[in-house]
């Protein structure tokens, strides 16, 4: 069983930067775990913003693309999304996801383990 929490959401003007973490907890293993950054608006699906496949590979969406980038830390059981350039179409709740590697290719209903998610909201 995995356990993620998000953190650092919050509220910024457009063209400001936050950046989030994910941790991951109750897994030894964090380095089997390819994991990714969703979002959900109101009133839209869940979508994928950037997922990390089993070589290690990054697919961003391309509305975040060279805007937004992901690191992960084994070391720590991190996952962060850095968000530079935001915009208010960027506004969602924020959720990190993993799995283990073999079982995702990057689609949201493959992915088992979820945090709770974190609100960012982006003012024009």
């Known amino acids: 069983q995995v356990q993620l929490v998000e953190s650092g959401g919050g509220s910024v003007q457009a063209g400001g930067s936050l950046r989030l973490t994910c941790v991951a907890t109750r897994y030894v293993f964090f380095s089997r775990l390819c994991m990714g950054w969703f979002r959900q608006a109101p009133g839209k699906e869940r979508e994928g913003v950037v997922v990390i496949a089993s070589d290690g590979s990054t697919s961003y969406a391309d509305s975040v693309k060279g805007r937004f980038t992901i690191s992960q830390d084994n070391g720590k059981n991190t996952l962060d999304l850095q968000m530079n350039s935001l915009k208010p179409e960027d506004t969602a709740m924020y959720y990190c996801?993993?799995?283990?590697?073999?079982?995702?290719?990057?689609?949201?209903?493959?992915?088992?383990?979820w945090g709770q998610g974190t609100q960012v909201t982006v003012s024009s």
């Open positions: 996801a993993a799995d283990l590697c073999g079982r995702v290719h990057g689609r949201v209903s493959e992915y088992r383990y």
